[in-house]
């Protein structure tokens, strides 16, 4: 099995692995919108639905797996609402012909709507419950959001997958660098905990009358900010409309460092980097040159350098700030 690969995973073995720890598919695998890893969606012969999910080749390490699943299941006791492994004899993480994988329940639900103020009050609550949770101790395997990782190394993928046109190259290296400068004089390591990682609308499901967090993937250790910054959208105005509706929340149930409002356009300066060189190093992965076929193209790297310089002028506003 080659590095980062999935050209083995067959429907045959993803069945045998199924198989192994005693569940039995009746269904098709119906497969899910999920780059990173694999993940399928299937019904059991003891009549429920599952969800199956294979991690990528020597992403995340087995120690660094179990940590993810262990920090969903101190959630759940803790009455956060979230979609958690299953045990399965005392297990969530199993293997199977080298592949790392695990099963959870197959949960519907709507998505989370985030020009809705009233749904985004009760988010900033659902935050503040699960930071008040995860502060209580910290990771010892999962990495933390830095600037190495999320610049540095995102601009070697980038520059390795010589995917910039030759004719662009030196303009979207000059702003890129310029960014990233600017990233790494305003981004400092503030109070960091467990936190969600990856805290998007599209990983907030409404199941029933409730939000559920789902897919602690991303989940590492940084600054609370990074749970809450996603959710703003819009205009700077409309932006400290959100900020305050969350943040208000939130501390209903946790404190929250108002200093680290001068975090939210570094994250964003590092998130948008890291998603670049993301792409650069799945490049090699047929199913990412499907998906994002423009990614290639020079109109996609013509709009990156307008949005880098726009990055760069958020970069030198005044941070947001709340009204005490």
Known sequence: MSKFSFVDLTPDLILDAIESVGIYAESG???LNSYENRVYQFKADDDKRYVVKFYRPERWSQAQIEEEHAFAFELADDEVPVVAPLKID????????????TLFPSVG???????????LEMLGRLIGRMHQAAKTKDFSHRPVICCEEFLDKAKVQLQDSNLVSPGLATAFYTILDMVIAKTKA????????????DC???NILWAGNKLMFVDLDDSRQGPAIQDLWMMLSGDRA??????????GAYEEFCDFDHSQL?????LRAMRMIHYMGWLAKRWDDPAFVRSFS????DKYWEQQILALKEQLSALQEPPLKLLP
């Open 262 to 266: 001068k975090l939210i356009e570094p």
């Open 238 to 247: 409309n932006q400290l409309l959100q900020l305050d509706t969350l943040v």
């Open 200 to 202: 998007h609308a599209g």
């Open 29 to 31: 695998l119906l497969a």
């Open 90 to 101: 005392g297990k969530s993480l199993f293997e199977h012909q080298g592949y790392l994988f």
């Open 186 to 197: 305003q981004y400092y390591q503030a109070n960091s905990m467990r936190l969600h990682g």
């Open 109 to 119: 639900g709507r998505i989370f709507e985030m020009d809705n103020l009233d749904q």
């Open 294 to 297: 423009w990614f290639a193209d």
